[in-house]
C-alpha cells in the first residue's frame, strides 16, 4: 500500500531531481532567496531599532533639554543677536512654577578645567556642573556611593561624582570615595562612580554641583542648559510642557517665543516617537518585501510542478492503467514540492543567520546599526510556512495530474 514514506516514490523523486538538476537548482534558489532576504531583512530592521535605542538610552526619553542660544529676531525694541544666559532664578522658575516638570537641573561645561590630578596621576576629562536633577535626566546608575543631592547644592561643597574611565585612570584598583582630587587647583572628594547607559562620550567626565562651579570657577550665576523630566510619555503632554517652559523663560529674557534660534529645545520623547514611528514603517516595509521575495518563489515551484506534470503526463496516464490511485499520484507531486521547498528553505534560513551573526561579530558598532538580530521563533515560524505554501503550490498540478484520464495520457506525445 503506498504511503507518504513509500521508499520507491522516494527513490523516484530523487531520480526525477537528478534528471532535471538546473530546473530543480533554480527552484531551489528562489525559495531559498526569498527565506535568506526576510531573514537578512528583518534582522537589518532590529538592527537600525537598536541603534535608535542606543541612541536614547543615554537619556531618559521622558526628558527635555532647554539650551540658551541667541536672538535671531527684534523683539520688544531690543535687537536680534542677544545671547541669552540662563542663570540660577530660572532654574527656581521652572521648579517652582511648573509641577509637572519633575527632576529639573542644570548643566554647564566648565571648559577652563580638563586636568584632574590624583596623587601622581594626572588625567583629562570633561568637567560639568550640574544638580541632583541631572541622574534621572542622563539615565545614571551609580555603581559607588552617591550623586549630587540638596545638601551639597545648599552648602557648594566641593565634591565630585567621576565616570568609571576616571576611576579606572586616576584611582586603578584603589576605592576612590573619600579620596581628594586636585580640579583646577582645588580640592574636591570624590563620593561617587557611576555609569552612563549613553556610550564612552558620557562616561569620561566628572560632575560638580552648580552652586560649588559657580563660586570656584564661574564667578557668576549663568549656565547653558536647563533638563527636566515628566511623569508620564504622553508626547502630547510634553509638547505642551516644552511649550510653556519656553515662553516663560522668553518672558524672562525678553525675547520672542517664537523666536527658533533664542533657545533650543530637545524633547526626548517626541524625539523617540518620531523616529520609532519610521522605524516601524521600516519594518512594514521589510516585511512586505520579504513576503513578496517568498511568494515569488512559491510561484516558481508551482510552475515548475506544473511544468513536471505536463512532462510526465503519458508516465502518469500508464500508472493509471495499471491501477495507480488518485492519492498515489497527488501524493507523489506533493512530496516532490515538499521536498524543495524544505530543503531550499532550510537552507536560506540558515544562510539568513549566519549572515547576521557574522555582521554582528564583524561591523563595527554605531549610534544608527547596532547588533542585527532575528526572533528565532520568527525565522522558524517563517520557514514552516513557506513549507505549508510549498504543498499548496504542488497541490494544483497535483490535482490536475490525478484528474487525467488514462487514454488522454496514452495519447500525449
Known amino acids: 500500500m503506498a504511503t507518504f514514506i513509500d521508499i520507491d516514490k522516494w527513490q523516484e523523486i530523487a531520480a526525477t531531481i537528478k ?53 535671531s529676531v527684534a523683539y520688544k525694541g531690543l535687537k536680534s543677536g542677544r545671547t541669552v544666559k540662563f542663570n540660577n532664578e530660572d532654574y527656581e522658575v521652572v521648579r517652582d512654577e511648573f509641577p509637572e516638570a519633575t527632576d529639573v537641573s542644570s548643566r554647564a561645561n566648565i571648559n577652563n578645567v580638563r586636568e584632574i590630578v590624583y596623587k601622581n596621576n594626572y588625567a583629562n576629562f570633561n568637567v560639568q556642573a550640574t544638580l541632583q536633577g ?36 586616576l584611582f586603578k584598583n584603589e576605592n576612590p570615595i573619600g579620596k581628594f582630587i586636585s580640579l583646577g587647583g582645588f580640592s574636591f572628594m570624590v563620593v561617587g562612580v557611576f555609569l552612563d547607559s549613553g ?17 570656584v570657577f564661574f564667578g557668576n550665576r549663568n549656565f547653558g542648559c536647563i533638563a527636566v523630566s515628566t511623569n508620564g510619555n504622553d508626547e502630547e503632554t510634553s509638547k505642551k510642557l516644552a511649550t510653556k517652559i519656553k515662553k516663560r523663560l522668553a518672558q524672562r529674557h525678553d525675547f520672542s517665543a517664537d523666536d527658533p534660534r533664542a533657545i533650543f529645545v530637545n524633547n526626548n520623547l517626541e ?11 521600516i519594518r512594514l516595509f521589510i516585511w512586505i518585501i520579504g513576503f513578496g521575495t517568498i511568494i515569488a518563489g512559491i510561484v516558481g515551484v508551482s510552475n515548475i510542478m506544473m511544468i513536471v506534470v505536463k512532462e510526465r503526463t503519458k508516465e502518469i496516464g500508464i500508472r493509471k492503467s495499471l491501477g495507480a490511485t488518485a492519492f498515489s499520484i497527488v501524493s507523489l507531486v506533493l512530496q516532490e ?45 517563517a520557514t514552516l510556512l513557506l513549507i505549508l505554501a510549498g504543498a499548496l503550490a504542488g497541490l494544483i498540478p497535483a490535482i490536475r495530474a490525478a484528474s487525467i484520464r488514462p487514454v488522454e495520457a496514452l495519447k500525449e506525445e
Open 134 to 169: 541631572m541622574q534621572k535626566a542622563e539615565s545614571i546608575k551609580m555603581l559607588e556611593g552617591r550623586f549630587i543631592n540638596k545638601i551639597d547644592e545648599h552648602e557648594q561643597r566641593k565634591i565630585a561624582i567621576i565616570g568609571k574611565p576616571v576611576k579606572d585612570e
Open 19 to 71: 534528471q532535471n538538476k538546473l530546473r530543480t537548482f533554480l527552484t531551489g534558489f528562489s525559495v531559498a532567496w526569498g527565506i535568506f532576504m526576510l531573514i537578512v531583512l528583518l534582522g537589518s530592521g532590529k538592527g537600525l531599532e537598536n541603534g535608535v535605542s542606543n541612541q536614547f538610552a543615554g537619556d531618559a526619553v521622558n526628558s527635555i533639554w532647554f539650551y540658551a542660544g541667541e536672538t
Open 271 to 281: 524625539n523617540f516617537r518620531r523616529i520609532m514611528s519610521v522605524i516601524t514603517g
Open 337 to 381: 514540492s515538499i521536498l524543495i521547498t524544505s530543503i531550499s528553505g532550510y537552507i536560506g534560513l540558515l544562510l539568513g543567520l549566519l549572515t547576521l551573526n557574522t555582521a554582528k561579530k564583524y561591523l563595527p558598532q554605531n549610534d544608527f546599526f547596532s547588533n542585527p538580530d532575528v526572533d528565532l521563533r520568527i525565522a522558524i515560524t
Open 199 to 215: 556610550g564612552p562620550g558620557d562616561n569620561n567626565r566628572l560632575y560638580i554641583p552648580t552652586t560649588t562651579a559657580q563660586l
